[in-house]
C-alpha cells in the first residue's frame, strides 16, 4: 500500500452539507478500489491567490488516503467531473501524518 494526500478547492458558494456529502462521495469511491480514507482535513474558506473560473474564494480540503494507484486514478477522475471542484492535486507520500497541520488548526480556532 502507497500513501497519498489529495488537496481539492472547492466553489465558494457549497454549504458544509454540500462538502460532506463530496468528500462522503470519495470516501466511496476509495472503498470500491480497496484504498482507505486515513484523515481528512477541512482548511476552511480562504482566498485564491488569483481568481479560478470567477472565484476568488475557495474551500480547501486535504484527504490522506491509504491505496493504490487506481484508486487515486479514479479518484482524479471523478474530482475532473465535478463542477463544485475547481482545483485538485494529488501527492505521494512517504507515511501519512495524522496531527492537524497548522492551516487545519487555524480553521478550528476562527
Known amino acids: 500500500m502507497a500513501f497519498y494526500e489529495s488537496i481539492f478547492i472547492t466553489r465558494q458558494e457549497l ?4 462538502i460532506d456529502k463530496t468528500i462522503e462521495n470519495f470516501k466511496n469511491i476509495l472503498e470500491k478500489h480497496s484504498a482507505d480514507l486515513v484523515d481528512t482535513e477541512l482548511w476552511g474558506l480562504r482566498n485564491l491567490a488569483y ?5 476568488k474564494k475557495g474551500h480547501y480540503i486535504v484527504l ?3 491505496g493504490n494507484g487506481e484508486a487515486i486514478h479514479e479518484l ?4 475532473r467531473i465535478d463542477e ?3 482545483r485538485y492535486l494529488s501527492i505521494k507520500t512517504e507515511s501519512i501524518n495524522t496531527e492537524p497541520s497548522i492551516l487545519a488548526k487555524k480553521s478550528q480556532e476562527g
Not at 454549504?15 to 454540500?18: A, D, F, P, Y
Not at 481568481?51 to 472565484?55: A, D, M, P, W, Y
Not at 482524479?76 to 474530482?79: C, F, P, Y
Request: charge should be positive; aromatic fraction near 0%.
Open 15 to 18: 454549504g458544509e452539507k454540500e
Open 51 to 55: 481568481k479560478i473560473e470567477k472565484n
Open 64 to 66: 490522506k488516503i491509504s
Open 76 to 79: 482524479e477522475r471523478n474530482m
Open 84 to 86: 463544485n471542484i475547481i
